[in-house]
């Protein structure tokens, strides 16, 4: 396993809400690890007073969104009428089941750095039509090994266990690094993605080729990781997903009728999606570019 250089999907840029964002997953090449379907690297970058981080309300069905800082504030409020910012160490988890809406701004809530991750869970069937709910978490699991410093954000890492929900086994992990090499164990059941952001991060020895998200694939039991300067990884991980799974703008479901349908009733501002107390207009986009099959019933 550690005879190869392992695959990084290296981060294209793309814009949300008027702040540039590395976009890491999916990619044609591997849709998810895990359940883990959509990460995106927000900044870094600095917010003026008339350019912050502004996504006004738009819907999302069939997925967990995990939003974490590693610098600044976001307001997070959604149809469930959550009002909630979070700051670096803490977890905002915001499962979307059959239907939900929110906004993330920063305009009143943060001015300067902004630096984070915003990142999807795909739900399964199991959950995937029940109902939409939010969780914050501000008092995450912190761990000392050797000199770096891990918070357990979703699932077990090191004995230690988040209270946030879990709808699948996977886990997702913030190692900050110390001036040492920490080992970091890993299910060898679970296929792992390492989010590295910052340039000189070695694994297991080996300086890495690129940024971007490091595919560990099952097998492995530990990632010994080692940075020159001090500099956050994170770990995400999950049992591979064998479900045939349809991604589309916000949405995730098991076929395109769902999304369609689903997109026909956000645009129509059907009641399934609630409504955001936020100032910032909706999001609105044109249908999915498929054509469906001719006979298709719903
Ligand atoms: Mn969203």
Do not use: K
């Not at 099952?218 to 799974?245: K, Q, S």
């Amino acid at each position: 396993m550690t005879e190869s250089s392992p695959e990084i999907l290296a981060p294209r840029p793309a814009s949300v809400g008027g702040v540039t964002v590395a976009r890491v997953l999916p990619r044609r090449t591997r849709r998810h690890v895990g359940p883990w379907c959509f990460v995106d690297v927000m900044g870094p970058s600095t917010l003026t007073p008339d350019h912050g981080l502004d996504v006004g309300p738009h819907p999302h069905i069939g997925l967990q969104t995990v939003t974490w800082l590693f610098e600044g504030a976001v307001r997070h409020r959604d149809s469930l009428g959550s009002d909630q910012i979070i700051r670096p160490g803490q977890l905002n988890l915001m499962t979307a089941g059959r239907g939900v809406s929110h906004a993330e701004e920063t305009r009143d809530t943060h001015r300067g750095r902004l630096h984070g991750v915003q990142m999807w869970i795909a739900q399964p069937a199991a959950t995937r039509d029940g109902l939409p709910a939010f969780e914050h978490h501000g008092d995450l699991p912190r761990i000392s090994v050797e000199d770096a410093e891990v918070t357990v954000m979703i699932g077990s890492m090191l004995d230690a266990t988040s209270p946030a929900r879990r709808d699948t086994d996977h886990m997702g992990a913030e190692i900050r690094l110390g001036s040492r090499a920490v080992t970091v164990p890993l299910r060898p059941d679970f296929e792992h993605g390492l989010l590295v952001i910052d340039e000189g991060v070695t694994l297991d020895g080996r300086p890495l080729a690129s940024t971007g998200l490091v595919i560990l694939e099952p097998g492995r039991d530990e990632a010994v990781l080692h940075a020159p300067a001090r500099t956050r990884v994170l770990v995400l991980g999950g049992e591979p997903w064998n479900d045939e799974l349809v991604m589309w703008w916000n949405y995730v479901a098991a076929d395109r009728g769902t999304i369609e349908r689903a997109h026909e009733e956000w645009t129509a501002r059907h009641p399934r999606f609630g409504s955001v107390p936020s100032t910032l207009p909706s999001v609105d986009v044109e249908g999915p570019p498929w054509d469906r099959p001719p006979g298709d019933a719903r």
